[in-house]
């Protein structure tokens, strides 16, 4: 390890180190030192375990040589219903309580804003939610929301910020954007583990490119050790969805990491590697496995199709996974309605987008990225190309036509 990285670790609880930069985009290589936990090699994909568990997956299985998994996700909002934070506090943390001693990140619970709305009533106080499993109502502020998060006892943990969906327009985007900066304020107060728990603040502002700036701004006045962009991902054009991945990178303090919340499509994580983006999680590769569909370089493959039916190939004949190591496709296809499907594709699919990042992360290193895209793109799209792709790519010098 860089003895400088070591010392500057030692100091905080997190620091950001970039290592390596593309020559003709914004993709780079960097890493995070966090207190008590081994390091983490950006560009990474965060796997989400929402309660503390990648459904089917053990803790060990992502520690092993071929997945090296790094960081993962946890969920406040339902860890702090379950299995409640009195719990976890008597574990000691998360850590404890899942058996996990690498990186861990929680988001705030604002998603819930969007996914539960039916269930919520956001309020400058906070966020009143119904519960989903017995109908109990709660209030979540950024002080509580603060308060759970330092006892689950992640890493890295997020403001509470206000999500609306990216096809809201008018005056609730621009109110949602400037709650968010005052409640980063009340958030950063209320931490109580500001030396071993980092917050991260949230860039929001919908497709507005002027409400995205003024916030960004407005969050870099802050003392933090790193920056999310929230709000995307969640129905819009990939055409806005680029536009403001791009403004918001420009934004942010190229010294220390940038998240981009909630997107795991594999092209989307190339691009937006291009476009500058460290950190990324998604439940995509979890939750399409649950319905059979294994991830390739290709595309996807829905190994449930009979086509699959007498297929001895591996999912992926150059992976190195302990699932595409000893099963076939027409084993995975013959227990389709069996959960060991899920749990035999789900290691490859994590796997997959850990495998992703890794290689993307040698390409920037040996200064080959835009080589790297170009061939990725190619076995993606060997025909035409998205032109949504096409010009992402196009703006930080990539050209893949």
Request: net charge neutral; aromatic share 6%; with cysteine.
């Amino acid at each position: 390890m860089n003895k400088k990285i070591k010392l500057l670790a030692e100091k905080s609880p997190l620091t950001y180190k970039v290592l390596n930069k593309c020559s003709k985009s914004k993709a780079r290589k960097g890493v995070m030192m966090l207190r008590e936990t081994k390091p983490v090699e950006t560009p990474v994909f965060m796997p989400v375990g929402t309660q503390g568990t990648l459904k089917g997956v053990l803790v060990d299985q992502l520690k092993v040589d071929d997945m090296n998994c790094q960081i993962m996700l946890g969920n406040t909002y339902h860890l702090g219903l379950r299995p409640g934070t009195e719990i976890l506090q008597k574990a000691g943390g998360l850590h404890n309580f899942m058996g996990w001693d690498r990186a861990l990140l929680t988001d705030s619970g604002g998603f819930q804003m969007v996914s539960l709305l039916e269930l919520a009533e956001i309020t400058e106080e906070g966020v009143k939610f119904k519960s989903p499993f017995d109908g109990s109502e709660s209030m979540l502020t950024p002080e509580e929301s603060i308060n759970i998060q330092n006892t689950i006892g992640a890493d890295i943990i997020m403001q509470l910020d206000d999500v609306v969906k990216t096809t809201t327009t008018g005056p609730r985007v621009e109110e949602a954007m400037l709650r968010t900066i005052r409640w980063i304020d009340r958030c950063l107060e209320a931490n109580n583990r500001n030396d071993d728990q980092s917050i991260f603040p949230i860039v929001q502002g919908g497709l507005n490119p002027e409400l995205r700036k003024q916030c960004a701004e407005a969050l870099t006045e802050r003392n933090v050790r790193g920056y999310a962009v929230g709000g995307l991902s969640g129905g819009e054009s990939k055409n806005d969805f680029w536009k403001i991945v791009s403004l918001s990178t420009d934004k942010l303090p190229a010294d220390k990491p940038r998240y981009l919340m909630g997107v795991g499509f594999a092209a989307d994580l190339v691009v937006c590697v291009a476009l500058g983006i460290d950190m990324f999680d998604c439940v995509f590769p979890t939750r399409t496995a649950r319905f059979g569909c294994a991830l390739v370089r290709t595309g996807q493959l829905n190994l449930k199709h009979k086509t699959f039916e007498v297929d001895l190939s591996p999912i992926d004949d150059k992976c190195k996974c302990s699932t595409c190591k000893s099963y076939t496709r027409a084993f995975i296809h013959a227990i389709s309605n069996d959960l060991m499907m899920c749990s035999l594709i789900t290691i490859h699919n994590v796997s997959f987008q850990l495998q992703l990042m890794r290689d993307i992360r040698e390409a920037i290193e040996k200064d080959e990225f835009p080589e790297f895209v170009k061939t990725f793109f190619d076995d993606l799209y060997p025909d035409t190309k998205p032109e949504w792709i096409v010009d992402a790519l196009k703006s930080v010098n990539i050209e893949i036509q």
